[in-house]
């Protein structure tokens, strides 16, 4: 039981909040070329020099500091025509760092390093790869591996400079190269998730049920094992067939931007909501969710057929009739799915169909363990209450990102903890065996005759009463680091002051007070802004203007109604009394939410964005295309730095990092430059 909730919490978990965030387009700062130096007879030099552009380093092969600068590496791929002489080295004028609490860090600008072969022939290709991490003063990219390829000739000296990803990767990635590698990098954890969630419908009774049944079903009519075998991949091939077209049809009805409009949209959250709800009560007794017995029959009567058809169409059936269990984590994996773009929903249904056809396929292939797996019963129905209680507590998600989009504030902060506080404690009764509903089964007993809770269950129970205690002060202004992301802004009970439908904007900064969409957006300030009394401006233009007058930089805060990170951003570090100091005395903030559509653009001032590739026709439209075009970037949260002008203080900006000290010293440089602009 403890593996089943396990899988279940991990595996929704996982589907409900996999990560918005788009890669911001940063190109690769680095340039290799590749050259074989003859030294002696057959004795070369493999020369790997690298040109990194200004702002960027690359780490020495004995890197220092703290041990999380990654050294450059080289593999050469095995050849008994290759013999490494020594170890790599390094030729360049190095550069020492001292940095408090990391130590002594060292790094080139441009370098060459080394390694020394001897040759067997001197007329072949070395290939291999290599691995190398690039910095600048605010953000490293991630470590990169590339294919290099040097070729030696009858001079004995060949140079070899990467071209493509064949040949070693464009020496400088341009920004649409560098989103789509982040966008399949996305559609492999989305790929991942959704088998997870795949494998997880296996666990639920609707599926479960049926693997005996129908493996016993293929290994009764084939007349050897080996056609029983086949007809089952068959069979599980037809179910990862009908997924994947579904979401094949879903990307070309719907589209990359409708489906991620969709993800943010109020009516369709709202819609959610409501279907979470309803499968939440069903998991836990109230009634069943079937589907119109017409359409099983008719699929049904073609199961019949000896034929391919027959077996598709049992396949068909499967899906039909476990809607009512699939259905609550194929929504949300739907939903999610638009982080990866139109191929989203196409990659998402293909995994979530593996991971439920692949027990089909196993138990044919080794029919011996049907013996051994858990009879159907009252287990089963535990898993299924369980989901019913996590249903509810995400629907709650649904319900508030609605709320949120339409500034209801019917869903404040205090009283989605205080459901969820709720739910937690029940879902613990219940695992106790106190809490009995109408389908339960005879609680177990012990050799004694009395009734008894498993240890899993009992392990179960303590984790859902703790994370209860650990919400609990949440309903008092407690930042709850941990789930601050999921949470609405606080409203009632804010101990701090805060008000949920106050006026951040009751005051100015330095007699310049916003006026420009403040009466539309003041309700989706975060608590860490009304607690502060920050002021804050939603207009670019107009933040410009106050700048001009104030003397002061400008910090573009790209945020979002619903963005995950950007909530965590404020709490975690906004609401440092270092970072708050700096952000209300030393610059003027313009918040510009990218989601945010009830606001629309004049006719005459709508435009159609390439960045974007659609019209712009809002204010959320706008902000994006403005970070999108000016700023090169997509990703929420990002703070961007200005003067009054609109130009740059520093070139790049600083993304999700709740490192409270990395973000105090960007802003540090950011005034330093502003001072010597």
């Keep these: 039981m403890t593996r089943i909730f396990t899988l279940v919490s991990v595996a929704l978990l996982n589907l ?13 700062p680095t340039e290799w070329k590749f050259e074989a130096r003859k030294i002696d007879g057959n004795k070369y030099d493999l020369i790997f020099h690298c040109d990194v552009k200004n702002g960027w380093h690359i780490y020495s092969l004995d890197p220092g500091g703290d041990g999380s600068f990654l050294p450059p590496s080289f593999t050469i791929k095995d050849n008994p025509d290759i013999k ?17 609490d990391i130590g002594t860090v060292h790094y080139y600008k441009n370098v060459d390093y080394i390694q020394t072969v001897e040759l067997a022939n001197e007329n072949m290709t070395i290939t291999g790869e290599y691995t190398y991490m690039t910095c600048n003063d605010e953000t490293c990219l991630p470590p990169k591996t590339l294919d290099f390829s040097i070729k030696v000739g009858d001079g004995g000296t060949a140079a070899t400079e990467k071209k493509n990803d064949a040949e070693g990767t464009a020496a400088t990635i341009d920004p649409e190269q560098q989103q789509k590698k982040q966008q399949n990098k996305s559609l492999v954890w989305l790929f991942l998730a959704a088998l997870a969630g795949g494998i997880l419908a296996v666990l639920t009774p609707c599926v479960y049920a049926m693997i005996p049944i129908t493996v016993s079903f293929f290994t009764k009519r ?21 997924f994947t077209v579904l979401g094949i049809l879903i990307s070309v009805v719907f589209g990359a931007n409708a489906l991620n409009n969709l993800s943010t949209n109020w009516i369709a959250n709202m819609v959610f909501f409501v279907i979470f709800i309803v499968f939440g009560v069903s998991f836990l007794g109230a009634f069943e969710i079937t589907l119109p017995s017409s359409w099983t029959s008719k699929t049904d009567s073609k199961a019949g057929l000896s034929s391919f058809g027959g077996i598709f169409f049992m396949a068909l059936t499967l899906v039909i009739v476990s809607f009512s269990c699939t259905g609550p984590i194929v929504g949300p994996l739907l939903v999610q799915s638009v982080q990866g773009g139109i191929a989203g929903p196409a990659v998402g249904m293909l995994g979530f169909s593996i991971g439920l056809a692949m027990p089909f396929a196993l138990f044919a292939v080794f029919p011996g363990m049907l013996n051994k797996i858990a009879q159907s019963g009252g287990w089963l129905n535990q898993v299924k209450v369980v989901l019913g209680f996590l249903e509810l507590m995400l629907a709650l998600k649904f319900l508030s990102n609605a709320d949120l989009a339409m500034g209801w504030r019917l869903l404040d902060r205090e009283i989605f903890i205080a459901i969820w506080i709720v739910l937690a404690v029940l879902l613990g009764i219940y695992l106790l065996g106190k809490l009995k509903l109408s389908h339960d089964d005879a609680t177990a007993k012990n ?9 899993f269950k009992l392990f179960l129970a303590i984790v859902s009463f703790t994370f209860a205690v650990y919400l609990l002060p949440g309903m008092w202004g407690a930042p709850l680091n941990g789930m601050s992301q999921f949470l609405p802004p606080m409203g009632t009970f804010d101990q701090f002051g805060g008000n949920s439908g106050g006026d951040g904007h009751g005051s100015d900064v330095g007699g310049i007070k916003p006026v420009k ?43 979002g109604i619903n963005c995950v990170n950007c909530r965590k951003m404020e709490s975690q570090v906004w609401s440092k009394p270092e970072v708050m ?16 559509d009830k606001i629309n653009l004049p006719e005459s001032e709508q435009f159609y964005s390439a960045e974007l590739n659609s019209k712009v026709k809002t204010l959320g439209d706008w902000n994006e295309h403005l970070q999108a075009s000016k700023f090169n970037a997509n990703t929420q949260p990002f703070y961007f730095f200005v003067d009054g002008d609109g130009n740059k203080l520093v070139e790049h900006g600083y993304g999700y990092d709740p490192n409270v000290q990395a973000f105090v010293d960007h802003l540090d440089k950011v005034l330093e430059n502003y001072k010597n602009r």
């Design 222 to 242: 084939s007349k050897t094992r080996a056609e029983g075998i086949r007809n089952a991949f068959t069979y599980s091939l037809s179910i990862i067939f009908i």
């Design 581 to 596: 100091k700096r952000l209300k005395e030393d610059f003027v903030v313009a918040s510009l939410y990218c989601d945010y």
């Design 84 to 100: 490494l002489i020594g170890e790599v080295r390094e030729e360049g004028d190095i550069i020492h760092e001292t940095i408090e």
């Design 447 to 455: 050799i004694y005759g009395q009734e008894y809770v498993s240890i």
């Design 517 to 559: 969409y403040v009466e539309e957006m003041k309700i989706y300030e975060p608590p860490v802004v009304i607690q502060s009394g920050l002021v804050t401006f939603f207009d670019y233009e107009e933040a410009l203007a106050a700048a001009k007058q104030l003397d002061k930089p400008v910090m573009l805060d790209f945020t």
């Design 16 to 28: 409900f909040f996999l990560s918005a965030a788009k890669a911001q387009m940063i190109e690769d």
